[in-house]
């Protein structure tokens, strides 16, 4: 069974800064494309930052800040997070994903929460 578990949330000043990790198992780990998507109270899950074939990809609202990375020998995607602001305070979900025979494979984790304040 597949399981994306993310730890590293928590509650923060305004400048400061966290470090989530998703640690996964139940799949070939390296196969997979990974990013981090956040969900705000009352907002849509937005991507955060994604890696895939080598490329990395941020929103506009972190570049510079946030910093993707990905261990495959231990299974695991980190993001760091500096310079936090309030509008960073979300629920932080771990992804991986890849295409099945053309068919999107997609698996989540629980989600961890991030509060900044100001």
């Given amino acids: 069974q597949v399981q ?10 305004a400048g400061g800064s966290l470090r989530l990790s998703c640690a996964a198992s139940g799949l070939n780990f390296g196969l997979y494309d ?5 969900q705000a109270p009352g907002k849509q899950r937005e991507l955060v930052a994604a890696t895939a074939g080598g490329t990395t990809t941020y929103a506009d609202s972190v570049k510079g800040r946030f910093t993707i990375s990905r261990l495959n ?24 994903g890849r295409p099945v025979f ?11 929460q991030v509060t900044v304040s100001s």
Avoid: I
């Avoid at 305070?89 to 991986?96: D, G, I, K, R």
């Fill in 4 to 13: 994306l578990v993310e730890s590293g949330g928590g509650l923060v000043q």
């Fill in 34 to 38: 990974v990013g981090w998507y956040r």
């Fill in 73 to 96: 020998a231990k299974y695991t995607v980190y993001l760091q997070m500096n310079s936090l602001k309030p509008e960073d305070t979300a629920v932080y979900y771990c992804h991986a």
């Fill in 102 to 112: 053309g068919v999107p494979v997609d698996y989540w984790g629980q989600g961890t």
